[in-house]
């Protein structure tokens, strides 16, 4: 079965961790939009319309990722839209607060690349065989 190819925002203020996500998701046929501060999130997002969003939480600007995932969350423009946290707060006492945001999965940095992809294809609706 052949994976719809899907629009997906990647929200990251990092330049390596960028590029790494962004060539992953060309790998798969993926189309890239990139945001890179918090407050552009909302606005680029009701203007793309994703499929997914991939959010960094710690963003060099006064809205954080998981205010931005709440933000969207609470839109019933943005809220069917998935999001994926990725956080480097591999800390146990943080999964409460990151859930709390309304994300619909997190991932921990480092994250292999298996682990990438998995995340990416549960929220991807595969195309119809015909
Ligand atoms: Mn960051």
Known sequence: MVKKMAKIIVV??????????????AVKGHEVVVVQKGAEVYDTVCAQKPDLVMMDIQLKDDISGLEATKLLK??????????????????????????????????????????FFEAVDHFITPAIAQ
Request: aromatic share 8%; net charge negative; hydrophobic share 45%.
């Open 12 to 25: 990251e203020d990092n330049d390596l961790n960028l590029k790494l996500f962004c060539d992953l998701l």
């Open 74 to 115: 609470s839109n019933m423009e943005t809220a069917a839209i998935p999001v994926i946290v990725i956080t480097a707060f591999a800390m146990k006492h943080d999964e409460e607060r990151i859930l709390s945001s309304g994300c619909d999965m997190y991932l921990f940095k480092p994250i292999s690349i298996d682990a």
